[in-house]
């Protein structure tokens, strides 16, 4: 990212190259003596949290508006889900049935993807959280349509490294976990969420918290897989306790192929607008 606007007075790249020639001192040597924003070890303070939440935030804004990315179609799902064809690795029996829906991922990207190339490429860019499983299979459909796609990683105590297919231009790192989330949904005109932990739980529920609560405008919440979502959560459950309302079960809706999906969201009523009060309360 360039920045080509001219400037009056040195900008902040000149001073820190300046400051690398000048004489070794003991007054130069001292962290007191290093530009603020080129001092690693000052910026890494607890203090400096609110300013490193405001670069997180920021940076990849920029990227994205810079690289005229409009839209974004969301993928959450689980990073242990294996493709088909490496099943038999898999950790269980159930992830190694739920590997179709590896598959289901990769194609419902890949045909979103065509149709963001048909208008232009930056509406409607594929987004993932850029690691393995349904994530990389989100990424490699829109790598295969040959369209671009968004990586959304995060910085966590193993090792771990963005999938191949996220486009090198957008992919990002990142340290907190809400504004990760926050990056997920500024673009999304559609999520759709495949079996997963409780990354994925909290990345469902989090999006649902803020259509319900119109914090956010309504967009098709598709969720893949009804066996696995109603097996883990007693949706009705909630409704009847009374701790969401019946009208919050149309919030989202269950699918198992990419095409299904692809219909849902075509059909989907009430995508953009925004609730203006909470039912039930």
């Not at 007054?27 to 609110?50: G, I, K, M, V």
């Not at 300013?51 to 959450?76: A, D």
């Amino acid at each position: 990212m360039k920045d080509h606007r001219e400037r009056i007075f040195p900008d902040a790249r000149q001073d820190i190259e300046t400051t690398r020639e000048i004489p070794h001192t003991p007054q130069t040597e001292s962290p007191a003596y290093r530009l603020a924003f080129a001092d690693p070890d000052f910026l890494c303070r607890d203090e400096l949290r609110p300013v490193r939440l405001q670069l997180e935030l920021l940076k990849p804004e920029l990227y994205l508006t810079e690289y005229g990315v409009e839209s974004t179609i969301v993928l959450f799902g689980g990073a242990r889900i294996p493709e088909p064809s490496q099943r038999e690795q898999a950790a269980t029996t159930t992830l190694a049935e739920l590997s179709r829906y590896y598959e289901q991922a990769r194609r419902f990207a890949y045909e979103m993807t065509l149709r963001s190339k048909a208008d232009g490429g930056l509406r409607g860019v594929i987004v993932t959280g850029g690691g393995p499983g349904v994530m990389e299979a989100g990424n490699r459909g829109a790598a295969e349509a040959g369209g671009v796609s968004i990586g959304l990683n995060i910085v966590l105590p193993h090792e771990q490294a963005p999938n191949r297919y996220v486009t090198p231009d957008l992919c990002f790192n990142f340290h907190y976990f809400g504004i990760r989330k926050m990056h997920f949904l500024m673009r999304a005109e559609a999520v759709a969420v495949f079996p997963g932990g409780f990354g994925t739980l909290d990345e469902l529920f989090e999006t649902l918290t803020l259509i319900q609560t119109g914090r956010m405008q309504r967009v098709p919440v598709i969720l893949f897989g009804e066996k696995f979502w109603r097996d883990i959560i007693n949706w009705e459950a909630l409704a009847d306790a009374g701790t969401i309302a019946r009208e919050d079960l149309e919030l989202f809706r269950f699918v198992e192929t990419a095409e299904e999906a692809i219909a849902a969201i075509d059909g989907w009523e009430g995508a953009g607008e925004r609730r203006r009060s909470v039912p039930g309360r």
